[in-house]
Nanobody
Framework: QVQLEESGGGLVQAGGSLRLSCAAS????????MAWYRQAPGKQRELVAA???????NTADSVTGRFTISRDNAKNTVYLQMNSLKPEDTAVYFC????????????????WGQGTQVTVSS
């Protein structure tokens, strides 16, 4: 079984910065894509940024130039550095990790973190 532990959310003033972390642990054979999503009240969950196993990244237009996704493969951890935060960035942020396990069978799946609240005050 694989667990995802998120950390780093909180309350920050507009223009400030936060760094989110999501660490995967358990019976992991390999990790493929890792991503961050967010969901604001009354809105659908949306992709914020994603990173492949090779390090290629893409970010949503709304955060390009302000947010940076990165990963540490040795730690099975994905990060989201958020700078120049705006009130409209307020949301619950979820990590999503696609991983493979190799126990009795070789299985690949995606899992969600529990979510971490980011609140940006004006």
């Amino acid at each position: 079984q694989v667990q995802l532990e998120e950390s780093g959310g909180g309350l920050v003033q507009a223009g400030g910065s936060l760094r989110l972390s999501c660490a995967a642990s358990g019976s992991i054979f390999s990790i493929n894509a890792m991503a961050w999503y967010r969901q604001a009240p009354g809105k659908q969950r949306e992709l914020v940024a994603a990173i492949t196993s090779g390090g290629s990244t893409n970010t949503a237009d709304s955060v390009t130039g302000r947010f940076t996704i990165s990963r540490d493969n040795a730690k099975n951890t994905v990060y989201l550095q958020m700078n120049s935060l705006k009130p409209e960035d307020t949301a619950v942020y979820f990590c999503n990790v696609n991983y493979c396990t190799k126990t009795t069978t070789f299985t690949c799946r995606g899992s969600w973190g529990q979510g971490t609240q980011v609140t940006v005050s004006s």
